[in-house]
């Protein structure tokens, strides 16, 4: 193995600022930028650009992010235009590409587990959602940790900083549709409501009216009261993608003197100083594979999320002793709860045949469509390309009565959180369409899973994808909660408004039997994992951060990503994030008196 201590010399140089700011291509460049920096964030991703940027906001504070991805902005159109995020993910240069282990409540199958492998990390890949969560979820945490900086109240300046709600893409007139006095208007990362109109819209609005028992009208699901059906906001700026890379790091914060950003560096390890428990030193392969060293002057930030960071912490020795063992590993901190309590949101999708050729099959069976429909987004930012996959979503809950409450604790946070969602699209999810019909599609989504998964490692080789099992519909509760929401979007089309546009549906599982093997056939992620280096209260034995994100037993070593989240938002997981970086930046600059 080659080792080589790039950075030993700066421990006896005086701290110096690089004199230009610069996203270099691969690690090659760090040995000759004659720095150290403060900090040194492990993963340009959602949460990553985030603390990067607020952390050199202050011109004497120097960070480094190392990004073992591509850059966000070469061949790079399906993470550029919103409608193309399908697209994105699984298989391609901006992906992981891991999978998962055989799904036991799925018929053993094996799942693609998409995370984003590029500047900006999943925000560069995901499906554009914006969502807070209900305020439930958020006080929820905030009781558990015993620290109520994370409640929902004393976050709202952290949410408001985060987003700027911009206009949509036809910039129609969207007061009747969402709440602006709710949302951010000089944050960084932009979002808007739909940008493009689809012949779905006006009659989910009018089910709300014909069904409005069972599914309510919402103005605002990111008010923190997120129950009923409202208008999806999505991360679209301007007609394209917003993500963390996009935004927080724009060109006028990539530029600052203080920043560097390495691409395409797979990072191994973090080290500790000798005999001591403080982790200063981040290890890395350099482009010919030997492994490098850089240490920071104050901390390591890992924001390599609920995968990537439990992998390198593994590799670390900071984990299970025995399981760390077997691998060859040796144990520098044992703490079993690192990559335990892995939870994800499964989700289904159900097609109808429909009456109406206005759907996303018109175009991906013509070719010439298709390109105009790209021209159009190309040179003007304009049509149906500017939309995400969906321009509603519903959040809904159980009915108090279900069985299932005689078997289990209520596990969503609270009576105005959701445990399943709807999901409208104007099309065929995720197939290619036969050569004729046209679809619609609602997807269900499990939003308050008690199944609980892991992720661990199959060797010591940093290079070998890691053991990944969310364990989906592990429980009774989340399959008695998919066959209620299953049931529910076939409920929400027997309202007057769906009686001469539905067809018939495109898989006809009607027995308990059927549904049963549909779902378990069918079923996958929607990928939102967390918790897999959750957040404890400060004295807990057991998680793996304390509420300001330190690793519990080292020092000089903070985790900022999906990971630390104990308990799995019912929303979509990006916007959490986002929310949890921008208060991480705050702890760290009070932590050092920046």
Not at 20 to 49: H, K, Q, W
Not at 258 to 277: G, H, K, P
Request: hydrophobic share 40%; glycine share 6%; aromatic share 8%.
């Amino acid at each position: 193995m080659c080792i080589l201590g790039l950075r030993q010399w700066a421990l006896l140089a005086v701290a110096a600022v690089p004199c230009l700011a610069a996203i270099y291509d691969n690690s090659t460049t760090l040995a000759d930028l004659e720095t150290e920096y403060d900090f040194v964030i492990v993963g340009g991703g959602t949460a990553g650009l985030v603390v990067a940027n607020r952390l050199t906001e202050n011109p004497d504070v120097s960070v480094l992010v190392i990004e073992g991805g591509v850059t966000n902005t070469k061949d790079a159109l399906n993470i550029q235009v919103p409608f193309y995020c399908t697209r994105a993910t699984p298989d391609t240069p901006f992906d992981w590409n891991y999978s998962s282990t055989p799904q036991e409540a799925l018929l053993n199958r094996t799942i693609p587990y998409r995370r984003g492998h590029v500047l900006g990390g999943s925000s560069s890949t995901n499906f554009l959602a914006y969502n807070r969560g209900p305020s439930d979820d958020w006080d929820r945490i905030a009781d558990f940790t015993g620290d109520d900086g994370w409640s929902w109240e004393e976050l709202q300046p952290y949410i408001l900083r985060n987003e700027i709600l911009t206009d949509p893409a036809d910039k129609h007139d969207f007061s009747t549709q969402i709440d602006a006095s709710v949302h951010g208007h000089s944050g960084i990362n932009g979002d808007s409501p739909p940008g493009y109109p689809t012949a779905l819209d006006d009659r989910v609005i009018q089910t709300t009216q014909e069904l409005s028992d069972d599914f309510p009208f919402n103005q605002d699901m990111n008010s923190g009261f997120h129950l009923g059906i409202g208008w999806q906001v999505s991360t679209v700026r301007n007609g394209s993608r917003s993500s963390s890379a996009t935004s927080y790091l724009a060109p006028e914060y990539a530029n600052r003197p203080n920043l560097d950003v390495v691409l395409n560096t797979r990072v191994t390890r973090i080290l500790a100083e000798d005999n001591s428990t403080s982790f200063k030193t981040v290890e890395y392969l350099s482009t010919t594979d030997c492994r490098q060293q850089i240490t920071a002057k104050n901390e390591v930030i890992l924001s390599a999320g609920s995968i990537g960071t439990v992998q390198i912490l593994l590799l670390s020795g900071i984990g299970d002793s025995e399981s760390l063992s077997f691998l060859g590993i040796e144990t520098v901190l044992d703490n079993p709860s690192v990559g335990q309590n892995l939870t994800d949101h499964p989700i289904i999708g159900q097609s109808w045949f429909v009456n109406n050729t206005e759907t996303w099959e018109k175009a991906a069976r013509n070719a010439t469509l298709a390109a105009q429909q790209l021209e159009e987004w190309t040179t003007t930012k304009t049509g149906p390309l500017t939309d995400a996959l969906g321009n509603h979503q519903a959040w809904l809950r159980l009915p108090e009565n279900s069985s299932i409450f005689e078997q289990v604790f209520d596990p969503a946070s609270g009576p105005n959180a959701a445990h399943y969602e709807l999901i409208w699209a104007n099309g065929l999810n995720f197939a290619v369409p036969p050569p004729t019909g046209n679809f619609m599609t609602i997807s269900s989504v499990v939003v308050s899973p008690t199944s609980r998964g892991s992720v661990s490692l199959n060797s010591s080789d940093p290079l070998e994808d890691p053991v990944i099992n969310p364990n989906l519909l592990g429980s009774d509760f989340d399959m008695f909660t998919m066959r209620a929401a299953v049931l529910s979007a076939r409920h929400f089309l027997t309202a007057p408004a769906w009686s001469d546009y539905v067809l018939s549906p495109l898989v006809n599982a009607t027995t308990d039997e059927e549904l049963d093997t549909f779902i378990r056939n069918n079923t996958r992620t929607i990928f939102h994992p967390v918790g897999t280096a959750a957040m404890t209260p400060i004295d807990a034995g057991y998680g793996v951060v304390n509420p300001d994100l330190k690793v519990k037993g080292v020092e000089n070593l903070r985790i900022v990503d999906a990971s630390i989240l104990p308990f799995i938002p019912a929303a979509h997981t990006q916007v959490p994030v986002y929310i949890v970086a921008e208060r991480a930046s705050d702890i760290i600059k009070q932590s050092w008196g920046i």
